[in-house]
């Protein structure tokens, strides 16, 4: 658990991160489930798209999109944490849906996530 102050909000604040070897066990489902619950309820939220397929960015294409939610698809692993940390000053929630689990080491050593997500 490693949650991380925020000045702007003034309050403790989450990174999520789903992370998993295994293909098509949910992560980006779950990304845009969450992610979708908590600008519904008045939160906002990016989810960066850390997926080389970029299933999330196909999805915010779509009609329908949560004006609260921001997704950023410009992360890789060598700046995915200067990505965090931007989105953090922006927005209350940061959600990243990995492609795998590459970059989760340097997230957890970085101690930028709340909670990894594997399932
Ligand atoms: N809770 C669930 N119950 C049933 N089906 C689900 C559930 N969550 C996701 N799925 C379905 O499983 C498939 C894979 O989901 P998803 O793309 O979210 O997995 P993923 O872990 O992100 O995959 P990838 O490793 O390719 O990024 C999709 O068809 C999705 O609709
Ligand atoms: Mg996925």
Not at 54 to 75: C, F, H, M, N, Y
């Amino acid at each position: 658990m490693f949650p991380r102050f925020s000045s702007k909000w003034g309050i403790y604040m989450p990174t999520i991160v789903f992370a998993s070897p295994k293909g098509g066990v949910g992560k980006s489902t779950a990304t845009v489930l969450l992610a979708s619950e908590l600008a519904a309820h008045g939160g906002t939220v990016t989810m960066i798209d850390a997926d080389p397929n970029k299933p999330l960015s196909q999805w915010a294409s779509l009609p329908g999109k949560p004006e609260r939610l921001t997704v950023i698809d410009s992360a890789t692993e060598e700046n995915i944490i200067d990505e965090i940390e931007s989105a953090a000053l922006k927005t209350m929630f940061v959600i990243v849906d990995l492609e795998g689990t590459a970059p989760v080491r340097r997230i957890l050593d970085d101690r930028w996530a709340l909670e990894v997500s594997c399932p």
